[in-house]
T-cell receptor, first 113, second 116 residues
Framework: NAGVTQTPKFQVLKTGQSMTLQCAQDMNHNSMYWYRQDPGMGLRLIYYSASEGTTDKGEVPNGYNVSRLNKREFSLRLESAAPSQTSVYFC????????????FGQGTRLTVV | GENVEQHPSTLSVQEGDSAVIKCTYSDSASNYFPWYKQELGKRPQLIIDIRSNVGEKKDQRIAVTLNKTAKHFSLHITETQPEDSAVYFCAASKGTGGSTLGRLYFGRGTQLTVWP
């Protein structure tokens, strides 16, 4: 049982380049989330999808877009990367939005130079 | 929106001692409070959670207490071991109802170091 799988694990981008972070879960979860983790800042929500077919902005959505491709997959796109987007990105999924555990992927360490 | 404050940011204890991490939240509608542990280079993992209709919950050496009136909750780790060394995050969420249902608002984390 793989759980939540993110690709890639590491990436270096030049300023202005674009890329898509992929996330897939095999637990048949309804809700999926993208967080970024910066030193001393905790985990901040970028976008989330409460159920297939819906997406909503989180706390820090600027510079990002998302696509809930199907129930399993939720991708995060950086259209024009900036150094401020250097961070560790985590995808997470939950069975349903309420009182349930969030399962995290292993993270993607992104550096924008 | 919800604002979660977590203290302290770093905590060092001797093996066998107890550790306490405290969090406050601002939105009285929040009713679900999980705690996550993140070891170095790993993903966050849930260690314990509590709903607002419960004042305390225990799981072996770990306990969480909640004071709804004061809007604060705490993680207690007893008989600490070196493998407890990690970053701990508290979070607040609405488990039921509301437009932000299910969104987790995290504290900034506490780096716990347990010395042998």
């Amino acid at each position: 049982n793989a759980g939540v799988t993110q690709t890639p694990k590491f990436q270096v981008l030049k300023t202005g380049q674009s890329m898509t972070l992929q996330c897939a879960q095999d637990m048949n979860h309804n809700s999926m989330y993208w967080y970024r983790q910066d030193p001393g800042m905790g985990l901040r929500l970028i976008y989330y999808s409460a159920s297939e077919g819906t997406t909503d902005k989180g706390e820090v959505p600027n510079g990002y877009n998302v696509s809930r491709l199907n129930k399993r997959e939720f991708s995060l796109r950086l259209e024009s990367a900036a150094p401020s987007q250097t961070s560790v990105y985590f995808c997470a999924s939950k069975d349903r939005p309420g009182y349930t555990e969030a399962f995290f992927g292993q993270g993607t360490r992104l550096t924008v130079v | 929106g919800e604002n979660v404050e977590q203290h302290p940011s770093t905590l060092s204890v001797q093996e066998g001692d107890s550790a306490v991490i405290k969090c406050t939240y601002s939105d009285s509608a929040s009713n679900y409070f999980p705690w996550y542990k993140q070891e170095l280079g790993k993903r966050p993992q849930l260690i314990i959670d509590i709903r607002s209709n419960v004042g305390e919950k225990k799981d072996q050496r770990i306990a969480v207490t909640l004071n709804k009136t004061a809007k604060h909750f705490s993680l207690h780790i007893t008989e600490t071991q070196p493998e407890d060394s990690a970053v701990y995050f508290c979070a607040a969420s609405k488990g039921t109802g509301g437009s932000t249902l299910g969104r987790l608002y995290f504290g900034r984390g506490t780096q716990l170091t347990v010395w042998p």
